[in-house]
């Protein structure tokens, strides 16, 4: 039952190739190696940003410095994939796990002042990792993240596979809550976390939304496929 709530989960998000996916107690995690990088680094990013600007809720895009490291970060993950998929290359789960890694903490700092603009009342107005220690400690994150991810989490056995599917939920969450807190009964009317519990269950129901209608477009055009082939 638990294989088959995983597998739906990541069905119309990812391949879920076995040869490409990591697996927990005998359980394949719901996405591929380089999607689970994407879906813990986001969290994770947002979790370091958090801590680095100690509850400041920065609103604003980061410096140019910070754009360059993001700019690399996801261009390395597009040449990793990109190569890979043009046949110019062969890569590892290892080498998708990194580059989803950086492309998820990335994408993270540049949702992390959408959210905390759209969702308190008292966001900053400073930039997110602004100065370069902050920038030093959130680069850094990086590789300790990935030792767990790759060597720690495969030790708690299925719970990896549920890790992974919780990291799915909470970055389609994260994501939805910009979108959510848009309506005029949210928007920057957060003092605190305990304020969000109504925008964070709507938020939380469209991601469940998205990944049941992600699964029928799949589903459909599978079988779409099978029909033009006979």
Not at 127 to 149: E, H, K, S
Request: charged letters at 15%; proline letters at 4%.
């Amino acid at each position: 039952m638990l294989q088959a709530f995983l597998h739906w989960m990541g069905y119309g998000l990812c391949h879920q190739l076995p040869e490409r996916s990591f697996f927990g107690g005998g359980v394949q995690v719901p996405v591929c190696a380089r999607d689970t990088g994407i879906y813990i680094g986001f969290l994770v990013s947002l979790a370091v940003i958090a801590l680095v600007h100690r509850g400041s809720r920065p609103k604003e895009f980061p410096p140019t410095s910070t754009w360059i490291a993001i700019g690399l970060m996801i261009g390395s993950m597009a040449l990793d994939g990109g190569t890979e998929y043009a046949g110019l290359r062969s890569t590892t789960n290892e080498l998708r796990l990194i580059t989803g890694l950086l492309a998820g903490f990335a994408i993270a700092a540049i949702l992390a002042p959408m959210l905390n603009d759209e969702l308190w009342r008292s966001a900053a107005r400073e930039r997110v990792l602004d100065t370069p220690w902050r920038l030093a400690i959130w680069l850094a994150a990086v590789p300790l993240c990935y030792v767990v991810v790759f060597w720690g989490l495969p030790l708690l056995g299925v719970i990896y596979a549920i890790v992974v599917a919780v990291a799915i939920v909470g970055t389609l969450t994260a994501v939805n809550l910009v979108i959510v807190c848009m309506l005029p009964m949210f928007e920057r009317r957060a003092e605190r976390f305990s304020d969000l519990w109504l925008a964070l269950l709507i938020a939380a129901g469209l991601g469940f939304v998205e990944i049941q209608l992600s699964w029928l477009l799949r589903a459909g055009l599978v079988a779409l496929a099978g029909n033009v082939g006979r």
